[in-house]
T-cell receptor, first 115, second 114 residues
Framework: AQSVTQPDIHITVSEGASLELRCNYS??????LFWYVQSPGQGLQLLLK??????LVQGIKGFEAEFKRSQSSFNLRKPSVHWSDAAEYFC?????????????FGTGTRLAVRP | DGGITQSPKYLFRKEGQNVTLSCEQN?????MYWYRQDPGQGLRLIYY???????QKGDIAEGYSVSREKKESFPLTVTSAQKNPTAFYLC?????????????FGDGTRLSIL
């Protein structure tokens, strides 16, 4: 079965600084990869997804992520963080199987933004 | 606007009581999901439904039940058999259950024990 690891539970960055959130997956082939964001007390919103092709994908709110097959990683980045980016971020993977498969979520990284 | 509506936002359960969480979507999605979220554990799948009148157990189905009588609705019942029900519950939907389809989430229901 696939698994996802987000090694950082909490990260604090200063407003305007760059951000990188780590995500590593375990799966025998290239899976489908997703990043979601959750504001406090709310549901999850899709930031971006990777299926195939260009390994650098652009998402909403100025986020991007890079798929690195050799490292089994799909790290999320943003060049300049805004205070409104404070939230919890989840990486998720799904097997490239088709119907009836499930998303597996990481345990999340909580981002705090220092003024 | 299309979306997923979960109600109530907060719910309290007494010992031995069953409670039902509502999830309605107007996105015309075939697939619907229920997740449980606990601090530090990410999201865990309780049940999912690929199509009306069909549903499958997820990873932590014990103590929960669902129904899918209408495409728009996927209610979750937390039964008295669920001994640790305090959590944040999230409903989601996707166009189909193909693994490349992103899921759209409601704003959740927080369930607590009285």
């Amino acid at each position: 079965a696939q698994s996802v690891t987000q090694p950082d539970i909490h990260i604090t960055v200063s407003e305007g600084a760059s951000l990188e959130l780590r995500c590593n997956y375990s799966y025998g082939a290239t899976p489908y990869l997703f990043w979601y964001v959750q504001s406090p007390g709310q549901g999850l919103q899709l930031l971006l997804k990777y299926f195939s092709g260009d390994t650098l994908v652009q998402g909403i709110k100025g986020f991007e992520a890079e798929f690195k097959r050799s490292q089994s990683s799909f790290n999320l980045r943003k060049p300049s963080v805004h205070w409104s980016d404070a939230a919890e971020y989840f990486c998720a993977v799904a097997r490239v199987k088709g119907s009836g498969d499930k998303l597996t979520f990481g345990t999340g990284t909580r981002l705090a933004v220092r003024p | 606007d299309g979306g997923i509506t979960q109600s109530p936002k907060y719910l309290f359960r007494k010992e031995g009581q069953n409670v039902t969480l509502s999830c309605e979507q107007n996105l015309n999605h075939d697939a619907m999901y229920w997740y449980r979220q606990d601090p530090g554990q990410g999201l865990r799948l309780i049940y999912y439904s690929q199509i009306v009148n069909d549903f499958q157990k997820g990873d932590i189905a014990e103590g929960y039940s669902v129904s899918r009588e209408k495409k728009e609705s996927f209610p979750l019942t937390v039964t008295s058999a669920q001994k640790n029900p305090t959590a944040f519950y999230l409903c989601a939907s996707s166009i189909s259950d193909y693994s490349n389809q992103p899921q759209h989430f409601g704003d959740g229901t927080r369930l607590s024990i009285l």
